[in-house]
């Protein structure tokens, strides 16, 4: 695989990826293997995700015609309520991560996902439907904080971007896999097969090891040694890993985690930087933008639903591939600044063709698709996995179960608020004013990493925590954003004034 082969590369690509190679850098092979067994956890989470897209209209049939009758009000309910399944699950991932140990959290997780996906495929009422819905979303919140986190601990630093980005590769791949079963399946099997997925993790889960962190904290320091030797293969020297490990957590108490301590010192400033990016990741527009896709291929001359939906979510396997190559090249930061910017230009014109649409323009509908596109290129590449990733990253150890589950909590609440709101938006903005503000909350976005967003690319979690801790010497500042924005950002505005005066003209 490219990850794979990305060990083997000497130093040309070393120098790609900004890495020293004068320091013996750990096998990739081990913590590779591991993190493909645990992202079947995000697996299962798209499959969640993007199961009411295919079944949607099946279920609004009546039970004559293997259906449940249920009204539009209802199926609209049934997508959305997982939202708050997730909620439920964020909150309590974070408890059972830090007392639990991630591994067994992500077991514990497949327990609602296999609950749900059989709820549902043998549903007899709605009611049946949207307790089966919440139960699944309860496993997604759960390995939505507890893949990410044990992907950061077990990874070397040199790849821990690539590995963490698997975690949303492994989503977009699962929602790809649904929306291909429910090409062929009916509501009921595409449900039952769903179970496979979290009942191969419970399986593989017996095979992971337990993160040298969690072990360190929880003063198993020989088990943690034990557990690095395993991940970084007998040949490997895991003594300054360790150690650095160790004078980290030294500096810890061993007390029961506090509430209060996520808004104290570095747990304060690290919590800052993730919620900011979680709620620029929902208040980008991505679901909004995806709730509109049906209308956009329509008026493009598309006609099959589920075909346009299929091929949007194979581009986002595409460049969400792409993504785990480039983030531990061009770092965590470009990848945010480059995706603000561009889902900014596709929004502002998205807000324009709305706009000559609402005023009675013939304006081509395929600059709506191609805008579409684009949209989901910058997503992919930058707001889809980085927001994740870094969240298994910044936070300090003693604090990371309970400060990821904050951070997922504050996620899936914004998707919540986001799609209940969204009616409201639309009739008080307009169609137009909505991708309008969707496309200022980009620029924000872009502004907060620019100000407030460490690059952690090549940098280790200790490393990293000293950062928040007020160490700033542990990573240099990026002086390269600024310029980045301004060429990218009058790239931009050099696109959208062309859009508009061609398409006025």
Request: glycine share 10%.
């Amino acid at each position: 695989t490219p990850l794979l082969s990305m060990s083997k590369r000497g130093q040309e690509s070393a120098a790609l990826l900004g890495i020293n190679d004068s320091v013996e850098r750990p096998p990739l092979t081990k913590p590779l293997v591991f993190a493909l067994f645990a992202a079947l956890g995000p697996l299962a989470f798209g499959y969640v995700m993007g199961y009411t897209s295919p079944v949607g209209k099946d279920l609004t049939k009546s039970t004559d015609d293997n259906g449940l009758g249920i009204s539009d009000d209802e199926n609209s309910l049934f997508s959305s309520i997982v939202t708050v399944g997730a909620m439920i699950g964020a909150l309590s991932g974070g408890v059972l991560a830090d007392k639990l140990g991630r591994v067994w959290t992500i077991r514990i997780a497949c327990l609602p996902f296999v609950g749900g996906f059989i709820l549902i495929s043998f549903a007899k009422s709605f009611g049946m439907l949207i307790a089966g819905r919440i139960l699944s979303g309860v496993g997604v919140g759960i390995v939505s904080l507890a893949v990410p986190v044990f992907i950061a601990e077990i990874a070397p630093t040199e790849y821990r971007g690539a590995l963490g980005a698997i975690n949303q590769l492994a989503i977009t791949i699962g929602i790809v896999i649904v929306y291909s079963l429910g090409l062929l399946a009916d509501w009921r099997e595409l449900s039952w097969m769903g179970s496979f997925i979290p009942g191969g993790l419970f399986l593989l889960s017996f095979l992971l090891p337990e993160t040298p962190n969690w072990l360190i904290v929880h003063n198993r320091t020989e088990s943690a040694k034990t557990t690095l030797r395993r991940l970084r293969g007998p040949d490997f020297n895991v003594d300054a890993e360790l150690s650095q490990i160790l004078s980290q957590q030294s500096s810890s108490s061993s007390e029961p985690v506090a509430l209060s301590e996520l808004f104290q010192g570095a747990s304060k400033r690290a919590m800052f930087v993730g919620i900011c990016l979680m709620l620029f990741q929902q208040f980008s527009g991505v679901n909004d933008v995806f709730f509109y896709a049906g209308q956009i291929f329509t008026d493009a001359g598309v006609s099959n639903a589920n075909a346009a939906a299929l091929s949007i979510a194979a581009v986002q396997v595409v460049i969400t591939g792409v993504a785990c190559v480039l983030v531990d090249r061009a770092g965590r930061r470009v990848l945010l600044i480059l995706a603000g910017l561009g889902m900014s230009a596709s929004c502002a014109i998205l807000g324009y063709y709305f706009y000559r649409q609402d005023h009675g323009a013939d304006i081509p509908g395929i600059l709506a698709v191609l805008m579409l596109i684009i949209y989901v290129i910058f997503f992919s590449i930058g707001l889809g996995a980085v927001p994740w990733l870094m969240m298994g990253e910044i936070f300090p150890s003693r604090v990371r179960g309970l400060a990821s589950s904050l951070a997922t909590l504050i996620n899936w609440g914004s998707a919540f608020a986001v799609t209940e709101t969204f009616d409201y938006m639309k009739s008080a903005f307009t169609p137009a004013g909505v991708f309008w503000f969707f496309s200022a909350v980009c620029i924000i976005g872009v502004l907060f990493v620019l100000s407030y967003c460490p690059e952690t690319k090549g940098r280790s979690l200790e490393q990293i925590e000293a950062y928040f801790n007020g160490d700033h010497s542990s990573i240099p500042p990026d002086r390269n954003g600024a310029a980045l924005v301004k060429v990218t950002g009058l790239a931009c505005l050099l696109v959208v004034g062309i859009v508009v005066l061609s398409t006025s003209i």
